[in-house]
């Protein structure tokens, strides 16, 4: 070797090197290089070496072109397809071409794949705006990360618990005590009231609120001044949909509505209209009124107690939630002192905060799923539907990957002879990617008219408003381009990667085939088996536990009792006596009866709870307090423990009297508890009641909650908003049918929307019967679609092992014996996918049974029998090619050599 | 007339060619001509002409010796085909037959 003169050579950058070794053709490589290092030292003397080396990086640069660029020179035939790049519109026609012949040459797999994912596009279109609308949930308010609600927090003894229910004062309080407080509103929901106009009589959702409402929430007013909106007590702004109810194509604006609630009826002028509330929003109204006008207002103005409406407040811009709680916590001790004496009295300690009774806030984008503030679903059924969708869509990648494969080896001559002829690596992969771009985008297409048709069902069946309009929204738009994109490249591109390196001669020669069983595939499908394991086990416990709470006793007979919502427009009272007067001498009815509180969900979605907590004799007793009418007992078949119900014959009955459950008379400590005086120990006014009778404990509200204590009670003057009757078991429909007609002549006027009371109860489980629907839905897929990728890794198998199978026949083999070696390797990923999915299933619902305290036991059978029709669907899907392949002639098969 | 298409800088760079007679490679050309026209002519611009020239056939190139300062790799050489000699004097006689048609001579211009 040479010695240099100078001891370290000046060099050109090396990366710039590297860089042009990369992209430079080979052949053009050494000429190139050559001339720029020549070019290099020759500027190193002129200019200097940082100028050169400089120079030198943009020389290099200056070769990224065409001519120098790496292209395979040396292939016969280069010349053609050199010239020809694969993005050439010409050629990317050809490619959808071939694959559109291929695919229609094979219209089996093809129906396969596209069936297979485009049930689970749609699918996953239905899961995913589910999802989407849920999540997005109060995301349309301007500055919904200032926006809270506020909530009571309490460190009970056994737990905490957390109540958005306020009273009156606290709103107007927190805006005078603290500065942060941009705006607070108190907002009463869920309130019908009686709308009328003229000759029109409507029962809408007027919400009470304040005219803070409008600073907090960004609820555009499409007519009508936002600042002066509500500061008239007597100011009424009302829904798009309420307007066009009431008024048509007139101007409301200035008009006089009349709203009774209360039994008071009030004229209110409209100063405003609003848009109808978004599905996806938490407040919904029908119309907005000064919460002066709450027909308890004046009662409870400065009642601390009195739990009745949610809160909300807009914090200043630069105020953090934490720093502000901190200093709520004054707040209690100042103005609810008394519960938090009650509580610390009981034995309550602080929690980590410090906190045993405080104010706290709920940020309003959390509030829609905080199941105790506002009853919304909880965000894990979000995440689990979520993750179904991914499921469904995974499975269906797995099985597209797999035919793909499957069908690659199949048209492995096609490759060789393209390759052979001279198709580049990238050509091949473009075609065989465009023919999967093709069959998803017909998948993609057909699951996005199957979800187009199939709506209206899926809002009808799960009780959603999901609209197509949604599908049209930049973010979810982009979302299902990424799974298209996303699906094509992982399903598509795998298998065209595949084939892309098939070796020409070896495929040629027909050596082509996987030595083993690939690991990847197996493991697809295992997962793809695990998944639909999971599914079917967790739907079927599901099940299980929603059947379990329905046919759980409820201490009342919920069958043949009809159930009518007395509604606004009618005096529950005088109904109830003109029904008594009419169905008296009816054979057909055993028992009428009226209450404040229905059972179960009616067709009015009304629900409400009213609650009394008393100290009595030193104890805390709480319980649910029910007004009754005459033969409500005797209505829902409620049996009597000792006692007496309320009768007609002891007049003295509506004062003061009640019937107790017995965990409530468990609760009083009192061993007889008929006779007793019920009475607060700080009540000093000497009211007291007496317990004339004692029942079973029974489900007030849903079963899934434990029994709690209730007392009912007997009034005449209290509003009856429901009407039970029990009819004869013989003509359930006749009686409904009867009932709808007596209706008109009882209450004219009034909107019929009874229901019986088996119904109602349905209706608490819907939640969990939503969910499990949608399992059953997602798993019955999940399954077809596992099946059918089995189906094709059968079908991949066989063709590869035709030749061993004439083999073994003209050996001697019996056809037992051939379907036996077939199945064998399939049975072995079934019982290995069962292993992981059982387990992982128990976990899961175990889980979730948790969240209920009534609850089924998860039973082994479950598991045993989902692993045996897994086993048993895998098997026949596999024998119906493994006999094929059994009993084929082997000449056939062997001949081909 | 047939026309032979040939960029101007083609053109300049095909006569640099013929000019350094045998021994025209990258870097010379790319010398010869910063050094007789006077323009900033960079390497891969040259690079990229020649292969033009191969590609429509006016040239033909052979590897040449290797040179230490080029790391011991070996320079293309390009010499002029007789087609490209044939182009050379179909623009040559195609200019001189314009000037000779045109009604008046054209002054020299000034260049300061």
């Not at chain 1, 899961?127 to 949930?137: A, E, M, S």
């Given at each position: 070797?040479?010695k240099?003169?100078t001891?370290?050579?000046?060099?050109?950058?090396r990366?710039?090197?590297?860089?042009?070794?990369?992209?430079c053709?080979?052949?053009?490589?050494?000429?190139?290089?050559?001339?720029l290092?020549?070019?290099?030292y020759?500027?190193v003397?002129r200019?200097g070496?940082?100028?050169?080396?400089?120079?030198?990086v943009?020389?290099?640069?200056?070769?990224?072109?065409?001519?120098?660029?790496?292209?395979?020179?040396?292939?016969?035939?280069?010349?053609?397809?050199?010239?020809?790049?694969?993005?050439?519109?010409?050629m990317?026609k050809n490619?959808?071409?071939?694959?559109w012949?291929?695919?229609?040459r094979?219209?089996?797999?093809?129906?396969?794949?596209?069936?297979g994912l485009?049930?689970?596009?749609?699918?996953c279109?239905f899961?995913f705006?589910?999802?989407y609308?849920?999540l997005?949930?109060?995301?349309?308010?301007?500055?919904?990360?200032?926006?809270?609600?506020?909530?009571?927090?309490?460190?009970?003894?056994?737990?905490?618990?957390?109540?958005?229910?306020?009273?009156?004062?606290?709103?107007?309080a927190?805006?005078?005590?603290?500065?942060?407080?941009?705006a607070?509103?108190?907002?009463?929901?869920?309130?019908?009231?009686?709308?009328t106009?003229?000759?029109?009589?409507?029962?809408?959702?007027?919400?009470?609120t304040?005219?803070d409402?409008?600073?907090?929430?960004?609820?555009?007013?499409?007519q009508?001044?936002?600042?002066?909106?509500?500061?008239?007590?007597n100011?009424?702004?009302?829904s798009?949909?309420?307007?066009q109810?009431?008024?048509g194509?007139?101007?409301p604006?200035?008009?006089?509505l009349q709203?009774?609630?209360?039994?008071?009826?009030?004229?209110?002028m409209?100063?405003?209209?609003?848009?109808?509330?978004?599905?996806n929003?938490?407040i919904?109204?029908?119309a907005?009124?000064r919460?002066?006008?709450?027909?308890?207002y004046?009662?409870?103005?400065k009642?601390?107690?009195?739990?009745?409406?949610?809160?909300f407040?807009k914090?200043?811009?630069?105020v953090?939630?934490a720093?502000f709680?901190?200093?709520?916590?004054?707040?209690?001790?100042?103005?609810l002192?008394e519960s938090?004496?009650?509580?610390?009295?009981?034995?309550a300690?602080p929690?980590?905060?410090?906190d045993?009774?405080?104010?706290?806030?709920?940020?309003?984008?959390?509030?829609?799923?905080?199941?105790?503030?506002?009853?919304?679903?909880?965000i894990?059924?979000?995440?689990?539907?979520?993750g179904i969708?991914?499921f469904?869509?995974?499975?269906?990648?797995?099985n597209?990957?797999?035919?793909s494969?499957a069908r690659?080896?199949?048209?492995?001559?096609?490759?060789?002879?393209?390759?052979?002829l001279?198709?580049?690596?990238?050509?091949?992969?473009?075609?065989?990617?465009?023919?999967s771009?093709?069959i998803?985008?017909?998948?993609?297409?057909?699951?996005a008219?199957?979800?187009?048709?199939?709506?209206?069902?899926f809002?009808?069946?799960?009780?959603?408003?999901?609209?197509y309009?949604?599908l049209h929204q930049p973010?979810?738009?982009?979302?299902?381009?990424?799974?298209?994109?996303?699906?094509?490249?992982?399903?598509?591109?795998?298998?065209?990667?595949?084939?892309?390196?098939?070796?020409?001669?070896a495929v040629?020669?027909?050596?082509?085939s996987?030595k083993?069983?690939?690991?990847?595939?197996?493991?697809?499908?295992v997962?793809?088996?695990?998944?639909?394991?999971?599914?079917?086990?967790c739907?079927?416990?599901?099940l299980?536990?929603v059947?379990?709470?329905?046919?759980?006793?409820?201490?009342f007979?919920?069958?043949?009792?009809?159930?009518?919502?007395?509604?606004t427009q009618?005096?529950g009272?005088?109904?109830?006596?003109?029904l008594?007067?009419?169905?008296?001498?009816d054979?057909?009815?055993l028992?009428?009866?009226?209450?404040s509180?229905n059972l179960?969900?009616?067709?009015d979605?009304?629900?409400?709870?009213?609650?009394?907590?008393?100290?009595?004799?030193?104890k805390?007793?709480?319980?649910?307090l029910?007004?009754?009418?005459?033969?409500?007992?005797?209505?829902?078949q409620?049996?009597?423990l000792?006692?007496?119900?309320f009768?007609?014959?002891?007049?003295?009955?509506?004062?003061?009297?009640?019937?107790?459950?017995?965990?409530?008379a468990?609760?009083?400590?009192?061993?007889?508890?008929?006779?007793t005086?019920i009475?607060?120990?700080a009540?000093?006014t000497?009211?007291?009641?007496e317990?004339?009778?004692?029942?079973?404990?029974?489900?007030l509200?849903?079963?899934?909650?434990?029994?709690?204590?209730?007392?009912m009670?007997?009034?005449?003057?209290?509003p009856?908003?429901?009407?039970?009757?029990?009819?004869?078991?013989?003509?359930?429909?006749?009686?409904?049918?009867?009932?709808?007609?007596?209706?008109r002549?009882?209450a004219?006027?009034?909107?019929?929307?009874?229901?019986?009371?088996?119904?109602?109860i349905?209706?608490?489980?819907?939640?969990e019967?939503?969910?499990?629907?949608?399992?059953s839905?997602?798993s019955?897929?999940?399954?077809?679609?596992?099946?059918?990728?089995?189906?094709?890794?059968?079908?991949?198998?066989?063709?590869?092992r035709?030749?061993?199978?004439?083999?073994?026949k003209v050996?001697g083999?019996s056809?037992?014996?051939?379907?036996?070696?077939?199945?064998?390797?399939?049975?072995?990923?079934?019982?290995?996918?069962?292993?992981?999915?059982?387990?992982l299933a128990?976990?899961?619902?175990h889980?979730?049974?948790n969240?209920?305290?009534?609850?089924?036991?998860?039973?082994?059978?479950?598991?045993v029998?989902?692993?045996?029709?897994?086993?048993v669907?895998a098997?026949?899907?596999?024998?119906?090619?493994?006999?094929k392949?059994?009993?084929m002639?082997?000449?056939?098969?062997?001949?081909?050599? | 007339?047939?026309?032979t298409y040939?960029?101007?800088?083609?053109e300049i760079?095909?006569?640099?060619v013929?000019l350094?007679?045998?021994?025209?490679y990258?870097v010379?050309?790319?010398h010869?001509?910063?050094?007789q026209t006077?323009?900033?002519v960079?390497?891969?611009?040259?690079h990229?002409?020649?292969?033009?020239l191969e590609?429509?056939?006016?040239?033909?190139s052979?590897?040449?010796?290797?040179?230490?300062?080029?790391?011991?790799?070996?320079?293309?050489?390009?010499?002029?085909?007789?087609y490209?000699e044939?182009?050379l004097?179909?623009i040559?006689?195609?200019?001189?037959?314009?000037?000779?048609?045109?009604?008046?001579?054209?002054?020299?211009?000034?260049?300061l």
């Amino acid at each position: 070797m040479k010695k240099s003169t100078t001891p370290t050579p000046p060099q050109p950058p090396r990366w710039a090197d590297t860089l042009l070794q990369w992209f430079c053709a080979p052949h053009l490589l050494e000429e190139l290089q050559g001339d720029l290092h020549e070019e290099f030292y020759y500027q190193v003397d002129r200019i200097g070496l940082r100028r050169a080396r400089w120079l030198y990086v943009r020389e290099v640069l200056g070769f990224v072109r065409p001519f120098a660029i790496k292209r395979q020179a040396n292939s016969s035939a280069s010349l053609y397809y050199s010239s020809t790049s694969f993005l050439q519109l010409n050629m990317l026609k050809n490619y959808f071409t071939l694959a559109w012949r291929n695919l229609w040459r094979n219209k089996g797999y093809a129906t396969i794949n596209v069936a297979g994912l485009s049930v689970a596009f749609c699918i996953c279109v239905f899961l995913f705006l589910t999802v989407y609308l849920q999540l997005t949930f109060d995301s349309f308010h301007q500055d919904k990360e200032r926006i809270f609600q506020t909530y009571f927090f309490a460190n009970n003894p056994d737990k905490t618990t957390r109540s958005g229910n306020m009273p009156l004062p606290l709103a107007p309080a927190l805006k005078l005590e603290y500065e942060e407080v941009e705006a607070a509103a108190r907002v009463l929901m869920s309130w019908k009231s009686l709308v009328t106009y003229q000759d029109k009589n409507l029962d809408k959702d007027v919400v009470f609120t304040d005219p803070d409402f409008l600073k907090i929430f960004s609820f555009q007013l499409l007519q009508g001044n936002r600042e002066t909106a509500l500061t008239n007590k007597n100011s009424i702004l009302i829904s798009q949909n309420l307007a066009q109810a009431i008024f048509g194509n007139d101007d409301p604006m200035g008009k006089v509505l009349q709203i009774t609630n209360g039994g008071k009826q009030k004229g209110y002028m409209v100063t405003g209209i609003l848009p109808d509330a978004p599905f996806n929003s938490s407040i919904r109204y029908d119309a907005l009124v000064r919460i002066e006008n709450y027909p308890n207002y004046l009662p409870d103005q400065k009642n601390w107690t009195s739990n009745s409406h949610q809160v909300f407040i807009k914090l200043n811009p630069q105020v953090n939630q934490a720093t502000f709680e901190k200093r709520l916590k004054l707040f209690a001790r100042k103005y609810l002192a008394e519960s938090l004496q009650n509580l610390q009295k009981n034995g309550a300690k602080p929690d980590s905060r410090g906190d045993i009774f405080t104010v706290r806030l709920q940020q309003l984008s959390k509030v829609h799923f905080d199941t105790e503030i506002s009853k919304g679903p909880p965000i894990a059924i979000i995440y689990a539907l979520l993750g179904i969708a991914c499921f469904i869509l995974f499975i269906a990648c797995i099985n597209f990957i797999n035919l793909s494969i499957a069908r690659s080896f199949t048209r492995a001559k096609e490759v060789g002879v393209r390759k052979y002829l001279g198709a580049l690596k990238s050509q091949l992969f473009v075609q065989i990617w465009s023919e999967s771009a093709l069959i998803c985008f017909i998948g993609l297409a057909l699951g996005a008219i199957l979800a187009h048709l199939l709506l209206p069902e899926f809002n009808a069946t799960f009780d959603t408003r999901l609209q197509y309009a949604h599908l049209h929204q930049p973010g979810f738009l982009a979302l299902l381009l990424g799974v298209f994109i996303l699906v094509t490249l992982i399903a598509g591109g795998y298998p065209a990667w595949l084939m892309a390196r098939f070796n020409a001669v070896a495929v040629l020669k027909g050596k082509i085939s996987l030595k083993k069983p690939g690991f990847l595939r197996n493991s697809l499908l295992v997962s793809q088996f695990v998944m639909s394991c999971l599914l079917t086990c967790c739907t079927i416990i599901a099940l299980q536990q929603v059947e379990h709470l329905r046919q759980k006793p409820l201490g009342f007979e919920k069958e043949q009792v009809i159930s009518i919502p007395v509604g606004t427009q009618a005096n529950g009272r005088q109904v109830l006596q003109r029904l008594r007067n009419k169905l008296a001498n009816d054979p057909t009815v055993l028992a009428v009866t009226g209450t404040s509180v229905n059972l179960g969900k009616g067709k009015d979605h009304v629900s409400s709870r009213s609650t009394i907590g008393l100290t009595y004799k030193g104890k805390e007793v709480a319980s649910d307090l029910l007004l009754v009418d005459y033969d409500y007992l005797k209505t829902l078949q409620i049996p009597l423990l000792a006692g007496r119900e309320f009768s007609k014959s002891y007049p003295s009955d509506s004062v003061d009297r009640v019937i107790i459950t017995q965990s409530m008379a468990e609760m009083l400590g009192e061993k007889q508890a008929v006779g007793t005086f019920i009475k607060d120990d700080a009540d000093t006014t000497n009211s007291k009641m007496e317990v004339i009778g004692v029942v079973p404990d029974f489900h007030l509200y849903s079963a899934a909650d434990e029994k709690r204590p209730v007392m009912m009670h007997f009034s005449h003057s209290e509003p009856i908003n429901y009407i039970f009757i029990r009819v004869a078991p013989q003509s359930l429909k006749y009686s409904m049918d009867k009932m709808k007609a007596l209706w008109r002549e009882v209450a004219p006027g009034s909107e019929y929307t009874g229901s019986f009371l088996d119904e109602n109860i349905a209706a608490w489980y819907q939640n969990e019967e939503k969910l499990a629907q949608i399992c059953s839905l997602a798993s019955a897929i999940a399954i077809i679609l596992s099946c059918s990728g089995l189906f094709a890794v059968a079908l991949l198998v066989m063709e590869q092992r035709t030749k061993e199978i004439g083999i073994r026949k003209v050996l001697g083999a019996s056809v037992t014996d051939i379907i036996y070696i077939l199945s064998r390797d399939f049975v072995k990923l079934v019982v290995v996918a069962l292993v992981i999915a059982i387990p992982l299933a128990w976990f899961l619902m175990h889980q979730w049974l948790n969240n209920y305290s009534y609850r089924i036991e998860i039973s082994a059978w479950v598991f045993v029998g989902v692993g045996l029709v897994a086993m048993v669907l895998a098997l026949l899907t596999v024998s119906f090619q493994s006999i094929k392949a059994a009993i084929m002639n082997p000449v056939k098969s062997l001949k081909t050599e | 007339m047939k026309r032979t298409y040939l960029g101007e800088f083609e053109e300049i760079v095909l006569l640099t060619v013929v000019l350094l007679e045998g021994q025209a490679y990258g870097v010379a050309i790319t010398h010869q001509i910063i050094e007789q026209t006077g323009r900033s002519v960079r390497l891969n611009q040259v690079h990229a002409a020649l292969h033009r020239l191969e590609e429509k056939g006016m040239v033909a190139s052979k590897m040449g010796e290797a040179t230490a300062e080029r790391g011991g790799r070996r320079k293309r050489l390009f010499t002029i085909t007789a087609y490209g000699e044939q182009t050379l004097l179909d623009i040559q006689a195609v200019r001189t037959q314009l000037l000779s048609l045109l009604p008046r001579a054209l002054k020299p211009s000034i260049s300061l």
